[in-house]
T-cell receptor, first 114, second 113 residues
Framework: KAGVTQTPRYLIKTRGQQVTLSCSPI?????VSWYQQTPGQGLQFLFE???????NKGNFPGRFSGRQFSNSRSEMNVSTLELGDSALYLC?????????????FGPGTRLTVL | GNSVTQMEGPVTLSEEAFLTINCTYT??????LFWYVQYPGEGLQLLLK?????DKGSNKGFEATYRKETTSFHLEKGSVQVSDSAVYFC????????????FGKGTKLTVNP
């Protein structure tokens, strides 16, 4: 069974640009969560999608958005990039139907904002 | 709110030494507790979990016991190996309705031969 895949693995952008990151969950998983990892703030929850609906959202500005498609693949978008958005963005997938389901993490997308 | 506090590293040990990484939590509901491990250049892997008080999670020689009275979930291993070098994260999830994980800051462990 293939694991969680994230594309691209590395991205370099400049301030003011926007970026879209993609996450393909494990087959059969309906929940996808996104996290931002930085040396200063650690791992912070961005949002969770289940069956194409946002089920939970962290404390991030509206520049951070996401969506989930009918095949459970998810994308997150960051608009008007700031230097502080440089981070490793991790997505995790799980069955999502009941609590608690084990979450499986992808390798992450490393975003660098110059 | 919900939060996790774990001992800050880095922690450096010799092979076969005993490992303890402390983790305490505050939670508004009834949490499930987890330890995740992150190897260099990789995502997180679930190491072990416990979903109710007094449960002991164990995997690959690592253990942690859910202590509700002390709100703790300390990670232990009796004899570490060089291959255990990684960053370890304690995390909680409030049961019911969402998969959101709240993580501690992480503890970097280096094991020397």
């Amino acid at each position: 069974k293939a694991g969680v895949t994230q594309t691209p693995r590395y991205l370099i952008k400049t301030r003011g640009q926007q970026v879209t990151l993609s996450c393909s969950p494990i087959s059969g998983h309906r929940s996808v969560s996104w996290y931002q990892q930085t040396p200063g703030q650690g791992l912070q929850f961005l949002f969770e999608y289940f069956s194409e609906t946002q089920r939970n959202k962290g404390n991030f500005p509206g520049r951070f958005s996401g969506r989930q498609f009918s095949n459970s693949r998810s994308e997150m978008n960051v608009s008007t990039l700031e230097l502080g958005d440089s981070a490793l963005y991790l997505c995790a997938s799980s069955l999502g139907a009941t609590s608690y389901n084990e979450q499986f993490f992808g390798p992450g997308t490393r975003l660098t904002v110059l | 709110g919900n939060s996790v506090t774990q001992m800050e590293g880095p922690v450096t040990l010799s092979e076969e030494a005993f490992l303890t990484i402390n983790c305490t939590y505050t939670a508004t509901g009834y949490p499930s507790l987890f330890w995740y491990v992150q190897y260099p250049g990789e995502g997180l892997q679930l190491l072990l979990k416990a979903t109710k008080a007094d449960d002991k999670g164990s995997n690959k020689g690592f253990e942690a016991t859910y202590r509700k009275e002390t709100t703790s979930f300390h990670l232990e291993k009796g004899s570490v190996q060089v291959s255990d070098s990684a960053v370890y994260f304690c995390a909680l999830s409030i049961q019911g309705g969402s998969e959101k994980l709240v993580f501690g800051k992480g503890t970097k462990l280096t094991v020397n031969p």
